[in-house]
């Protein structure tokens, strides 16, 4: 890529300094790429990482159904999660729990043929926990007011 052609802007750091975690895998979901917000995210360094499978931040329950939907992907070149966002758990390199959101995009090569996929993670654990618990807050409301109108009391 020219300079021009990313506005003087340095590719690496760009990718140091994106807040999320960018990780990008080739057609065997080896890793290739890893910046600085996927090692604050997961825990594991560059270098750690590199040549890794996902499988070190995705929980074992969740392996097969990753890979076959991955692999399906890399074999047609299409995923819906280019626009949609994919909300699923992860773990940390400590094996802390983590909710995570993604987008993914498809690289290919000069003919059209995925050559890797690039994920672009956001850490969604804290909004996933308020979440979880305004909902158990709501349940408990609406629990109390049907107790309330079965006993006869006007709310």
């Known amino acids: 890529m ?3 052609a990313h506005g003087g802007v340095d590719p690496a750091q760009l990718l140091s300094a994106v807040g999320d975690a960018l990780v990008v895998t080739d057609v ?18 560059a270098a750690e990482a590199l040549g ?3 499988d070190i931040f995705i ?3 969740l ?4 890979w076959d939907g991955y692999h399906e992907t890399m074999r047609t070149g299409h995923t819906r ?3 949609d966002v994919l909300r699923v758990p992860a773990i ?6 983590l909710s995570i959101a993604f987008t993914v995009a498809m690289l290919n090569d000069s003919v059209g043929n995925p050559q890797a996929a690039v994920a672009v993670i956001r850490d969604e654990t804290a909004r996933f926990q308020e979440e979880r618990r305004q909902k158990a807050r709501i349940a408990e409301l609406e629990a109390a007011l049907l107790a309330a109108q079965a006993a ?3 709310p």
């Open 81 to 83: 999660y280019g626009s």
């Open 28 to 45: 065997s979901g080896a890793i290739t790429l890893w910046n600085a917000g996927a090692e604050r995210m997961f825990g594991f360094t």
């Open 63 to 66: 392996r097969k159904r990753h």
């Open 92 to 97: 940390d390199k400590s094996g802390r729990s």
């Open 2 to 4: 020219s300079e021009h």
């Open 152 to 154: 006869g009391l006007k």
């Open 59 to 61: 929980p074992e329950r």
């Open 52 to 54: 890794q499978s996902m």
